[in-house]
């Protein structure tokens, strides 16, 4: 039997990725231009005994999903830069307590009311410090909507494997654009849930590191009695300030991701191994990188494109290693330089290295990349 | 026989960060043995707080307990209603964290008249932070922030909660010791969204700036100060001028929110099924 395909905007296959990927809980409050997250869900959710919330602002969506994520429900949210601003404060919370949850943060422009109709790539380093304090953070920036539904469902297999929120960082133009694409059957994308408690209730600590970086995670109202605090915490899960243990927590968090860094990192190479010169780029504008890649190799320039998927963590090691072999790398985002600081972390000077950046709400274009390349060449 | 509160408090937890002549004491035994009466299992019964010293509380009792963040205790809890209606889920926390941070929350979680029981033990100051004035501190009453005697007005959280859509609330005090565990019975048992504002004293904070020489004083105004519901019916507004009325100041019945929602996966279950 031929697979279902449909002609669907990123939004909503955003949404029905969720599903696909076992989210039995929205909650969300209305933003452009993320709002067909939540009105698809609205819909689609009760049809499988799911549950559909719109709350009172943004703070309070992202503290029903943490409330329902501790209850045992795969979790999400959606909105976009004002939202993601006051989104802050729980995205801390449910770092430091360890709560898995999926926040998509369709990017407009800003800062503040900024642009809402307009696309941007304006949130790369908020999503990365956007929330006080050190923490670990995962996100992944789809190019496509086949690729939102794919990265879609590896998000809730993120945030339930390490137990921890995962951002998904799409442009207004991916969101809103509308392209075939193919669901795939059950059972053909690989779907994980969260390490439940292995031993008894009265030995359960929900912080325990037993078991290594993360603890296994027991629904609230089962027979798992617990405590969660947005304070440091002990393995016991109840505030400390002992310095021995608000260092290791601390630790265990960043490490949990830094370690697993190779597992979590997902990227796109397209002609990199003869490049002379690579254009790394995400979302969107990875797409006129490749369009442009094409036609400075038909110009005879040695161009390749290197797309990271996942943002966060950083692929610091690959960047690195095809910045020795190449002379430049040119990272176009529509932003006025963000992505590229990290590029330049990496690469240490070993080749050139040149931003293009955009905010006036419209796309890069090929053709201002392939003037970028010719001029850095 | 003595009531066993050592059966809900956590082992090794005490004793807890709350001053002496605190009331959140007398508030949290009043909860103990309210969830008593209820007979409720410590597995299903969740304990959500915010940020501050009422908000302490859940660290201490033997349930499932979330210490959310400041004023965001109805918004995780509405979340965890959602997700386990079954959950028996209950707030607590103070004036501040309640009705300022928290006050949109708040008054949404009315409105949708979910089934949660919300306490706020309404100390008229922000203790932690060492006495600045909350949005329950009366008009010109001192607190660290307001030296020269408080300019704003007073929020009447009972008031506040009726108008946006509560369908119980009740008011007792910290002196009201065995009122507190009634109320809260009765706020437990009531299908749908029930306050219960109880007022406390925080001597520390708020009473040495206001003049009280001890927290007999504070406390012995509140006992004089209460008027019961049934008396105050019969009382002109102007008797009532600065008296606390207590008991269950409002109860009605409607649809609780997670039963609505309930009926409408129901309903969009049985149209899919029409469509086959």
């Not at chain 1, 243990?245 to 830094?258: F, G, P, S, W, Y």
Request: with cysteine.
């Amino acid at each position: 039997m031929a697979k279902k395909t449909a002609l669907i905007q990123g939004n909503e296959a955003c949404a029905h990725a969720a599903i696909y990927a076992g989210c039995t809980f929205f909650a969300g409050y209305p933003i452009t231009p993320s709002s067909e997250i939540a009105e698809v869900l609205s819909k689609e959710l009760p049809k499988i005994g799911g549950k559909f919330i719109q709350m009172e602002d943004e703070i309070a969506a992202m503290a029903a999903i943490i409330g329902a994520s501790l209850c045992g429900h795969k979790v999400m949210d959606a909105s976009s830069g004002p939202g993601m601003s006051l989104k802050q404060e729980l995205i801390g919370y449910a770092c430091i307590a360890e709560i898995p949850c999926v926040i998509v943060n369709v990017m407009r422009g800003g800062p503040s009311t900024g642009m809402p109709t307009g696309p941007s790539q304006s949130d790369v380093m908020q999503a990365r410090w956007g929330t006080h304090g050190d923490h670990a953070t995962i996100a992944v920036a789809p190019a496509s909507c086949q690729e939102i539904f794919s990265e879609t469902v590896r998000a809730f297999n993120l945030a339930e494997t390490y137990r921890m929120p995962v951002q998904i960082l799409m442009d207004e133009i991916v969101a809103h654009m509308r392209e075939k694409i193919v669901f795939p059957e059950p059972g053909e994308l690989e779907i994980l849930n969260r390490q439940l408690p292995a031993v008894s209730p009265a030995d359960y600590k929900p912080f325990d590191t037993s078991f290594g970086d993360v603890p296994p995670l027991a629904a609230m109202g089962s027979n798992y009695r617990y405590h969660v605090t947005g304070l440091n915490k002990a393995p016991d899960g109840f505030p400390t300030t002992t310095a021995e243990l608000v260092d290791a927590e601390e630790r265990r968090q960043l490490r949990k991701v830094e370690a697993n860094a190779s597992a979590i990192e997902k990227n796109e190479e397209y002609l990199v191994d003869d490049a002379e010169i690579i254009i790394l780029a995400f979302g969107i504008t990875s797409r006129s990188a490749r369009f442009a890649v094409d036609n400075l190799r038909k110009e005879g320039v040695r161009a390749g494109l290197f797309r990271p998927i996942t943002l966060w963590p950083f692929p610091e090691k690959r960047v690195a290693g095809l910045a020795g072999q190449v002379k430049a790398i040119i990272v176009p985002e529509m932003n006025l330089g963000q992505l590229i600081h990290e590029v330049e972390r990496v690469v240490k000077g070993s080749c050139k290295l040149a931003g293009l950046g955009r905010v006036d709400g419209e796309p890069i274009t090929p053709y201002q990349i392939i003037d970028k390349v010719k001029e850095v060449l | 026989m003595a009531f066993d509160y050592e059966k809900y408090i956590r082992p090794g937890k005490l004793p807890h960060i709350w001053c002496p002549g605190c009331g959140h004491g007398i508030v949290m035994k009043g909860l103990i043995r309210a969830i008593d009466k209820c007979g409720l299992s410590k597995n299903r019964t969740a304990i959500i707080s915010g940020i501050g010293c009422a908000s302490r509380l859940p660290g201490y009792v033997d349930f499932n307990t979330v210490h959310t963040a400041h004023g965001r205790a109805a918004a995780f809890a509405t979340g965890m209603k959602m997700a386990d209606p079954g959950l028996t889920v209950l707030c607590v926390g103070g004036d501040g964290d309640g009705v300022a941070i928290g006050g949109n929350h708040f008054i949404h979680a009315c409105r949708r008249n979910i089934d949660i029981t919300y306490i706020i033990m309404n100390n008229h100051i922000y203790g932690m932070t060492g006495g600045q004035f909350s949005p329950c501190t009366p008009t010109d009453g001192f607190a660290s922030t307001t030296p020269y005697g408080n300019p704003d007005p007073v929020f009447d959280i009972a008031k506040l909660a009726i108008g946006a859509g509560a369908t119980f609330v009740a008011r007792t005090t910290a002196y009201h010791a065995n009122q507190i565990d009634k109320m809260i019975v009765e706020g437990i048992q009531h299908k749908g969204f029930s306050v219960i504002e109880i007022l406390d004293c925080c001597p520390t904070s708020y009473g040495r700036r206001n003049k009280f020489r001890s927290v007999v004083e504070m406390m012995k105004q509140h006992k004089e100060l209460a008027v019961p519901v049934t008396a105050a019916a019969k009382m002109t507004p102007e008797d009532l001028q600065g008296k606390i009325i207590t008991g269950i100041l409002h109860q009605e019945e409607k649809p609780e929110y997670c039963e609505q929602y309930a009926r409408l996966i129901d309903k969009v279950q049985a149209q899919t099924a029409g469509k086959g």
